[in-house]
Structures are given as C-alpha cells and as structure tokens.
C-alpha cells in the first residue's frame, strides 16, 4: 500500500474530529438571548468644546512684526563677546602688570 501511515491518519482524523458548521451531531442553532437594558432617562450633557489647533488660526500671521534669527547666530554673537572680553582683560591685565595666575583659581599650584 503507498502511503499507509497517511491513510491511516487521515481517517483517524475524519473518524475522532468533528466535522465544522451543522454536520455536527446532535448540534443545534441556540436561540440568542436578548437582554434588554433598563430604560434610563436620558440627561443632555453639554459636549466639551471642539479642539482648535493653534496652526488653523483664522487670522493670518504678519511676517513683518516678527524677528526672525537663527538660534545658533545669536550664540555665535555671545560667544565672539564674550571672547573679545576676556582679551580685553589680558590686555587691560598686561599693560597694568597683573599675574593672572595669582586670581586663576588651581593655577598657582602650576605655575
């Protein structure tokens, strides 16, 4: 016989496993229960106010009453004052003759 061990389980398998739908035996379409909610009376609640987003603003933005600059320009600036301070100390510090290691804070154990 060719392919015994798959014919075998094969009918097993329709033997012992129920069939699907209504050829089940002794299977019967159940009647639905319905349930009925007890009636509440119905209170009117006032909706919560519908989302505006701030970017569908009616109104149109004026481009002109708006500066606009780059965050890392502004930073580029502080950073060139606050260098041309500190060689304005050096300078102010070298023409008056003050040791600048003495008011360094850790430098006069190096120097």
Known sequence: MYDLIRRIAAWLWQVFNPGPGMRRA??????PVLARRPEEPRTTT???PAHRSPYG?????D?????????????????RARQSR?????????????DLDQ???GAEAVA
Do not use: K, M, Q
């Open 26 to 31: 002794g299977s019967r379409p159940a009647e």
């Open 46 to 48: 006032p909706w919560p």
């Open 57 to 61: 603003l009616n109104t149109p933005l």
């Open 63 to 79: 481009g002109s009453a708006n500066a606009v600059v780059r965050p890392y320009l502004l930073e580029d600036e502080h950073e």
């Open 86 to 98: 500190r060689r304005l100390t050096l300078v102010l510090a070298a023409d008056f003759g003050i």
């Open 103 to 105: 008011h360094v804070v």
